[in-house]
């Protein structure tokens, strides 16, 4: 059949390619936009959500479903306060800040260079800072009328350290064993003094985490076994040696209660960044939290009767960046021949927000597909679309990074046959109506 032909492509290079396509097909914008936004807050809009749920439901699928040495649970953002003392966060979670005592603007001490020229002071650029201070990134919040300091609470910086606050009740409940993992997705809340990069660093986002749990002599096994099978996510949507590296950290950069860790980092249009982190935790968050609890945490070995806390290695993924390291990736202009030019967003078809348009060349074909439509729809998630151009409908899914589309015209009321034309080679194919669902299945795998 025959297809368009790209000629030449380029990678994304600037961010505000990216901000900008995001914002005009609905991917993500500025949270209460009305309003002129609300700094480090963004939503996600119909295809920026089912980007994020395909991620969430990917990483689940591997993390938790695929392992019976995995549990899942879903616990509340806010915790008991005792617990944030507990993790070490209300004494040590905070960064150095300055302050410009002319423009008022408040910087990150480490990240001056990015503060650009003050513009407040007369017959200078240069800002006026204060010394830098430690500024706590958790976000406060009050429960109940008590407006004593009883009543605070925090919305949860991270969202490992519940796991270890239910680590004994799932266990008991999973009857799970040492080796065994607790794994969540959900909203963890900073106070970052300078959001930045779109959503790369938010105020609000989402993590994925798993905290496994397992004995001293096997952590070296489990945190490699760990590391590898992260990669190899990553690795499967998309994400080549090209882009994607590790990163040990060096031994001044580890936290404290931190015996190894390493970044895995996505080059970015803005450099290379961290997009999750593997770390051995030690037996750190189960010994401060049996203490300041009161409740022992220690497992006692089956055989030997020896009690003990166990070591956790953590795999920690942030679900807003990898989205964005995805996109980015994606992210491509094409010269096409004749002139004209697509941008499209090669996403792995399992990710695409829409998995198939269908797309009659007429309004007057509406009816047998929408037929079409209503039966692929049970299986994937599928847009349908009758106006306009044809053309300008592909380009328009392109940019959605829909991974095929399918064209009812004159010829399928007699024939029986439909056109499939595939994303990123814009190849067409025809198909008989009939088997397009299985067709689908073939490249997509079998749906809902
Ligand atoms: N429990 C360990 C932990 O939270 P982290 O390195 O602070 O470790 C893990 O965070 C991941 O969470 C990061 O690799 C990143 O993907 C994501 N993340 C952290 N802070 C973020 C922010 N302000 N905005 C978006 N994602 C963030």
């Known amino acids: 059949m025959s297809s368009e032909s790209a000629r030449r492509s380029r990678p994304l290079e600037r961010m505000e390619d990216l901000v900008a396509l995001c914002a005009r097909r609905g991917f993500a914008f500025p949270s209460s936009e009305i309003y002129g936004g609300i700094n480090g807050f963004w939503d996600y809009g119909p295809l920026g959500v089912e980007l994020k749920n395909n991620l969430k439901a990917a990483w689940w ?60 002071r007369e017959g200078t650029s240069e800002h006026d800072w204060t010394e830098p201070r430690r500024f706590n990134l958790m976000l406060q919040t009050r429960i109940g009328a008590a407006e004593d300091a009883a009543a605070i609470a925090y919305l949860r910086p991270e969202t490992c350290q519940p796991i270890f606050n239910d680590f004994r009740r799932v266990r008991e409940t999973a009857r799970q064993q040492i080796p065994f993992g607790i794994a969540q997705i959900g909203k963890a809340f900073r106070n970052e003094i300078n959001p930045r990069n779109f959503t790369f660093r938010s105020r609000e986002f989402e993590q994925a985490e798993l905290e496994f749990f397992c004995r001293e002599p096997e952590r070296e096994r489990w945190f490699d076994h760990w590391l590898e099978e992260r990669l190899r996510f990553h690795r499967e949507l998309g994400l080549g040696p090209e882009v994607l590296r590790t990163r040990p950290h060096a031994p001044e ?36 939290h049996s203490e300041f609890s009161g409740k022992d945490l220690a497992i006692t070995d089956p055989e030997t009767k020896e009690r003990y806390v166990p070591i956790v290695i953590e795999t920690s993924v942030g679900i807003d960046r990898s989205c964005l390291a995805l996109l980015c990736h994606a992210y491509a202009e094409e010269d096409l021949e004749g002139g004209e030019t697509r941008t499209v967003l090669r996403l792995h078809p399992r990710l695409a927000p829409v998995s198939a348009a269908v797309l009659p060349l007429s309004k007057k074909l509406a009816e047998p597909a929408q037929r079409l439509g209503r039966e692929l729809r049970r299986r994937y998630n599928v847009f349908y679309d009758d106006a306009g151009n044809i053309g300008r409908r592909y380009r328009r899914q392109d940019e959605a990074g829909t991974p095929f589309c399918v064209t009812y015209d004159f010829d399928s009321e007699t024939d029986g046959k439909v056109t499939v034309r595939e994303r990123d080679s814009m190849q067409q194919d025809r198909i008989p109506l009939e088997g397009v669902a299985a067709y689908l299945a073939d490249r997509l795998g079998p749906g809902a």
Do not use: N
């Open 61 to 120: 699928q591997a993390v938790v479903r695929e392992r019976d040495d995995v549990e899942g649970i879903d616990s509340s953002i806010i915790c008991h306060p005792r617990t944030w003392e507990a993790s070490g966060h209300v004494e040590h979670f905070s960064d150095p800040m300055v302050d410009c005592r002319a423009c008022k603007k408040r910087f990150r001490a480490d990240q001056l260079v990015d503060a650009g020229p003050c513009p407040a």
């Open 253 to 288: 950069e580890l936290a404290h209660y931190c015996k190894r860790a390493i970044d895995i980092e996505f080059r970015f249009p803005f450099g290379w960044q961290e997009i999750e982190g593997v770390h051995d935790r030690g037996d750190w968050d189960l010994s401060r």
